[in-house]
């Protein structure tokens, strides 16, 4: 007999006896739909922001650049090694085009947002799925055996698909004579094949440990190392060198986009793509489900001190994101703060750039300064709201549960826990001004801006704070409007980069708290703004505190 309420999971037969998956494959459709559903938003968002991003970016370049000279003058800047590592190899740099200079400053930057996405959607859906024990579930059910990966696979390939399709439409919507509808194509299609190489080698990874996070970083260390090939690469030969081929960003890069197309490099990502899937299925052969390849270390035999306190196990936690943070902003603060010793001939050949970059003549090391350093600023703010919303992993998976039954209260957790993302902050924020200081000493040969930098980055706290302590807020009462907590991040760095330039209103950009934090060091301090970030971070705190103790804990 049945029990009432009982119901058999669809697809299944009668209810004395489940039937079989007919192929490793079966299942496959309904397992993607399921994927599609629970991604809907986070797809809706990435395929979204791209080509707002996109659209925004060139638009922005165009208004800028409205002369052949300003143009030129853009490419007599890939000159400097540091300009080559942070955009790509300099085509067509003696004939310097617009669609060269599009190529140059935005193929990159979405490259490595497609592969982080890539990363994070094929980490959730496979080994984030095991850790859980939901994909257990899922085998016990008449599916496949890999109908789970297939689906996985798909769901990936379809995000970056969106995403190509984001970036292609961004370009031709400007509709600018120099962008080409094939080169445009090539661009997205650049861009969904250079994030299906990472989401390969997520996969890969997933294969070798047994947790989603330590897979994520294995990824993320293979983004950061092709990277960096690309650019040691590209500055060994500003066209592209041996060492570029290594990088699956320069697979991309090397189609020449906008100067002289090739598609044949694009090859080489479907190659790669193929034996990385490939790989990752022949190793999920030679482990059970649940376990890695790589097996678990050894812990000590007795815990050490710190980890007894939330605050311990949360820096231990965070530490790995919050190191690699730290090296990223530093040398890219560097290298952005060294081109201030080009900044005066930028400007003679290209007056308009002055707009762009909001100087206005009196002291234009300062003031592009104050702009590099709140570029450099959103990596907090992202480091920030990442490791509060990180709280949402620990109670989805019971180890806030567990953490609470041992005796911790709810307050003295979420304390701890935000008190350590808090000085993670702090430190990423100082050292992003230090980084910046040392960059603009390199091209200026004045040491004191380290100095002035490293205060200049304290006054953005205030702001930062507002961002963590509203992600705490929202994670308090309803971890379900944790996703508000990212719009506002979005809002901070669209009005941050494209604000002034898409002629946003005044009351719009001032939701954004960089609009109150003083731009250091060309502008005076006003302390009633910074007074009252912080007094809003307070009581937002002191609202997520008091909603956390009184909400009921998600089950897993």
């Known amino acids: 007999m049945t029990a009432p309420g009982w119901r058999r999971p669809l697809g299944a037969g009668p209810a004395h006896a489940a039937p079989k998956a007919g192929s490793p494959f079966t299942g496959t459709g309904a397992l993607l739909r399921l994927n599609l559903r629970l991604d809907r938003v986070r797809l809706l968002i990435w395929t979204v922001a791209v080509g707002l991003g996109v659209y925004g970016s060139v638009y922005s370049l165009d ?84 109908a789970p990966a297939a689906a996985a696979a798909a769901t990936v390939a379809l995000a970056c698909f969106l995403v190509g399709a984001a970036t292609t439409l961004g370009l031709v919507s ?117 376990a890695g390849l790589r097996p678990a270390r050894r812990g000590p035999a007795t815990v050490a001190g710190g980890l007894h306190s939330t605050a311990g196990l949360a820096g231990r936690l965070q530490r790995g994101s919050a190191l690699a943070w730290g090296i990223g902003v530093f040398f890219f603060a560097i290298a952005m703060g060294s081109l201030a010793n080009s900044l005066d001939g930028m400007l003679e050949e290209n007056p308009a750039l002055a707009e762009w970059i909001a100087v206005d003549g009196t002291d ?109 807020a929202l994670f308090g009462f309803q971890p379900r409007w944790t996703l508000l907590a990212w719009l506002f991040v979005v809002w901070i760095a669209l009005a941050l980069f494209l604000g002034d330039l898409l002629q946003l209103p005044d009351w719009a950009l001032d939701l954004s708290p960089f609009a109150h934090t003083p731009a250091l060091p060309g502008q005076d301090v006003e302390l009633p703004p910074l007074l009252a970030m912080t007094a809003i971070a307070v009581a937002l705190t002191a609202v997520g505190l008091w909603g956390y103790r009184r909400r009921d804990l998600q089950s897993r």
Do not use: C, K
């Open 63 to 146: 208004q800028a650049f409205t002369t052949e000279e300003a143009i030129q003058a853009r490419g007599a800047l890939l000159t400097n090694p540091a300009t080559i590592m942070m955009t790509g190899p300099a085509f067509a740099a003696d004939d310097y085009t617009f669609g060269a200079m599009v190529a140059n400053e935005l193929s990159l930057y979405v490259f490595l947002t497609a592969a982080i996405m890539a990363i994070l959607l094929a980490v959730r859906h496979t080994r984030a799925e095991e850790e859980s024990g939901r994909l257990e579930m899922i085998r016990a059910l008449p599916v496949g055996r890999f």
């Open 174 to 290: 400007v509709g600018h004579e120099d962008l080409g509808l094939d080169s445009s194509l090539a661009l997205g299609a650049g861009t969904a094949l250079t994030g299906l190489v990472f989401a390969g080698l997520a996969t890969v990874a997933a294969q070798l440990t047994e947790h989603a996070r330590s897979a994520t970083g294995m990824a993320m260390a293979g983004v950061a190392v092709a990277y960096l090939l690309r650019g040691v690469g590209d500055v060994i030969e500003n066209t592209g060198s041996w060492l570029s081929w290594f990088s699956p960003f320069a697979w991309a890069q090397q189609t020449r986009l906008f100067v002289d197309l090739r598609w044949w490099p694009l090859a080489v990502s479907l190659a790669v793509i193929v034996v990385l899937f490939a790989l990752a299925i022949i190793l999920s052969h030679r482990r059970d489900l649940g």
């Open 364 to 472: 234009l090391t300062a003031e592009f300064a104050a702009v590099i350093l709140s570029f450099v600023m959103i990596a907090p703010l992202i480091l920030g709201v990442s490791g509060i919303l990180a709280l949402q992993g620990e109670e989805s998976t019971g180890r806030s549960e567990l953490l609470l039954v041992s005796g911790r209260t709810r307050s003295g957790y979420l304390a701890g826990w935000s008190v350590t993302v808090i000085i993670q902050v702090a430190v990423l924020t100082l050292l992003g001004g230090v980084g910046v200081g040392v960059g603009v000493w390199a091209g200026t040969g004045d040491a004191h801006w380290v100095g002035e930098m490293t205060l200049a980055a304290a006054a953005y706290l205030p702001a930062l704070l507002v961002a963590a302590s509203l992600a705490l």
